[in-house]
């Protein structure tokens, strides 16, 4: 009995926690597939809901059928005001209990990364590794807003969408997108640009998770790493080769940039045949490359 308490507790704290980091419009249920694989493999998950997200999205007046439009467009955000600073005091606070029980690999996609990069910038102790999924890196350029004026950004579908918008941000304190619009081509656009590769009923299960409400001032806050501190951290990208909305080409550009500012410390880059949103739709792929990470 002595020996298998013993081996327990060992194989427990060897267990590392993987700290999850969702991206814009989206939540921590977003990363159930991916939690439920892990956990089969024995492996700890967390899953962060940054600041105004799951159940705390907003979900302004007309927003739920029947629609109203003007109401739509003119209901104040519970998201204004919501700082990156905000979203980095989320994932820190977290990683300081799991950092308890073990390593911690901190994990985002997309809008995440810019989270990620801050909080692994500030407190690098707190984590063992860092892994991003087609997530923004930004270190010529200070947030995704100025990656988005990039030459590698030009064949991005995000700018096609631009009849989702709904309000002026000024007002309503954040950026809006209409992802229940009953538009069947403003639809067929959106799934075109995030998700083309998973069947129109699985991402109309995924669309009504969605949430219409981002912080602009996130996306446009300094988010540029540090090499002296995310710069020493054993780092990977899952590079997304299907990506309309972040292209390869500007994921092979933040790749290439981290690693020229951190020499001797390269990122491990995986390539995964997925558009922007369809690797959350393969559960078991990205737990191997995250064991291997």
């Known amino acids: 009995m002595p020996t298998t308490t013993s081996t327990h507790s060992a194989a427990a704290s060897s267990v590392r926690t993987f700290l999850l980091v969702h991206g814009s419009g989206s939540s921590s249920h977003s990363w159930a597939p991916l939690e439920r694989e892990l956990a089969l493999r024995g492996q700890r998950t967390y899953a962060v809901d940054l600041p105004g997200h799951g159940f705390d999205a907003c979900l302004p007046a007309g927003y739920d059928a029947p629609q109203d439009p003007h109401a739509l467009a003119t209901a104040p955000s519970t998201l204004a005001g919501v700082t990156l600073d905000d979203n980095v005091d989320v994932v820190l606070t977290a990683a300081e209990r799991l950092a308890a029980h073990g390593p911690v690999v901190l994990v985002c996609a997309s809008l995440g990364g810019v989270t990620a990069t801050v909080a692994a910038n500030r407190r690098p102790e707190l984590f063992a590794g860092l892994v991003y999924v087609s997530a923004w890196v930004c270190v010529s350029r200070s947030n995704p807003l100025e990656l988005m004026a990039e030459p590698e950004f030009a064949t991005s579908s995000l700018p096609q969408l631009g009849g989702l ?36 009923d699985a991402f109309t299960a995924f669309r009504n998770i969605m949430e219409p409400d981002e912080s602009l001032a996130v996306m446009a806050a300094d988010a540029r790493i540090d090499p002296d501190t995310w710069g020493q951290l054993p780092r990977t990208y899952v590079r997304l080769g299907a990506d309309r909305s972040i292209p390869p080409a500007l994921q092979d550009r933040m790749i290439r940039e981290a690693d020229e500012a951190t020499p001797g410390n390269a990122f491990r880059v995986h390539t995964l045949d997925s558009s922007h949103i369809g690797f959350l739709f393969q559960p078991a792929t990205v737990a191997d490359l995250l064991l291997d990470a």
Do not use: E, K, W
């Open 165 to 200: 918008a709904v309000g002026d941000p000024a007002v309503i304190g954040a950026a809006r997108a209409n992802y229940r619009t009953a538009d069947p081509d403003l639809l067929a656009d959106l799934q075109a640009a995030t998700a083309h590769d998973i069947s129109r």
